[in-house]
């Protein structure tokens, strides 16, 4: 089942899923056909190994949108912000090299951006890239290592935070992608 968010502040919802055993041969074919399914609706798709759970999705939305509202956006698109702040990166080809689909994708993360809650076309967008599977969000042991390495977080600054480990990694990424308009 996919995750459902309501952006406080704004008329939008993001409605996050995830697809394993992906098949990615061409991503602009990929990515024609998925704009022809979604009519006009924005979505965006992620690596979901270097996705640490839909919060970090849902942090990193809200914080686009509020960019977006007040002039400090980078991106002319929601779509797009988002995933600088999910990469907590301020250069869109580094976000893209970061967290892009690509062939070497197996597990694919979904954020689809409407005014309702959009279930079943966030389940045919994963759809049209592998198998639905929500559980590819999930922070395993080995993702939580390799999370922390690709998003410079220390285990001293996850034990700081004082919650479960997972928890606070996924608080510490988020916190980082917040801070990117403090660097703009």
Do not use: W
Not at 45 to 72: Q, S, T, W
Not at 83 to 100: D, H, S
Not at 104 to 122: C, D, I, P, Q
Not at 155 to 178: N, P, Q, Y
């Amino acid at each position: 089942m996919p995750h459902n968010y309501r952006i406080t502040g704004s008329g939008l919802n993001v409605t996050i899923t995830g697809a394993r055993d992906a098949s990615v041969k061409d991503i602009n074919e990929i990515l024609r056909g998925l704009d022809r399914l979604v009519d006009g609706i924005l979505y965006q798709l992620f690596d979901a190994e270097k996705i640490a759970g839909p919060n970090h999705i849902y942090y990193a939305v809200a914080n686009a949108d509020y960019a977006m509202r007040n002039g400090l956006n980078i991106s002319n698109n929601l779509n797009v912000e988002t995933l600088l702040y999910v990469a907590c990166e301020n250069q869109i080809n580094k976000a893209i090299r970061l967290l892009g689909v690509s062939k070497k994708t197996g597990t694919v993360a979904v954020a689809v951006f409407s005014e309702k809650v959009e279930n079943r076309l966030s389940e045919a967008i994963a759809a049209n890239l592998g198998t639905v599977d929500d559980s590819v969000l999930d922070i395993t042991p080995k993702k939580y290592e390799s999370l922390k390495e690709l998003y410079n977080i220390t285990e001293t600054a996850i034990e700081t935070v004082g919650s479960d480990r997972t928890t606070a990694l996924t608080s510490l990424i988020a916190e980082k992608g917040a801070l990117l308009s403090l660097r703009r």
